[in-house]
């Protein structure tokens, strides 16, 4: 399938919070809520840039940064986000493995013809410092979740939008 077609197949963020399960949406709507845009990545794109997410609502990654990647896109102009539920999705997910497994946020960055100049993910590079040293069996499983939401929590998405900022410009692919 083309690009073109899992973009025309993905939801608002909007449409992707409704359908989430009750349990895990009062998280993404206080990320959302309480995203806030920092000035220098209110101007960082200059040619249009469409964002097509692989994500699945009980992902802590997910839930920490898309919310924020939501705001961003409404605040900038010329900037959308399209999101394609991950596990309905398996022929696109496989494309984008972090060593062999299926983990997420994706985000593919896309031109305004729907080719691919670069992607991110599941998470921003010093957090995946982290976890490369913490994930089970080196921390027990909710010490490494707790871990992980700390550090969001700290950090409140600036890691992933500097990252971010500086793909929508890039032309080629990663």
Not at 4 to 11: K, P
Not at 18 to 45: F, N
């Amino acid at each position: 399938m083309e690009l073109r077609e899992y973009w025309e197949q993905g939801m608002s963020f909007k449409e992707f919070v409704l359908q989430a399960a009750p349990e895990h949406r009062a998280l993404w709507d206080a990320v959302y809520r309480t995203a806030r845009i920092p000035a220098w990545a209110l101007g960082a794109v200059a040619e249009p840039r469409r964002l097509l997410a692989l994500a699945e609502d009980w992902c802590v990654d997910t839930a920490s940064t898309l919310p924020i990647l939501a705001r961003w896109a409404e605040e900038v102009p010329g900037l959308e986000l399209r999101i394609l539920a991950r596990d309905a999705h398996p022929e696109l997910m496989d494309r984008y493995l972090t060593n062999g497994t299926r983990s997420i946020p994706i985000v593919l960055v896309l031109d305004p013809a729907f080719k691919e100049l670069a992607h991110w993910g599941p998470f921003p590079a010093p957090l995946g410092a982290w976890v490369a040293v913490n994930k089970p069996p080196a921390l027990p499983k909710d010490e490494y979740v707790k871990g992980k939401r700390s550090w969001y929590a700290r950090d409140r998405g600036a890691t992933m939008l500097w990252e971010m900022t500086g793909l929508v410009e890039v032309r080629r692919v990663a």
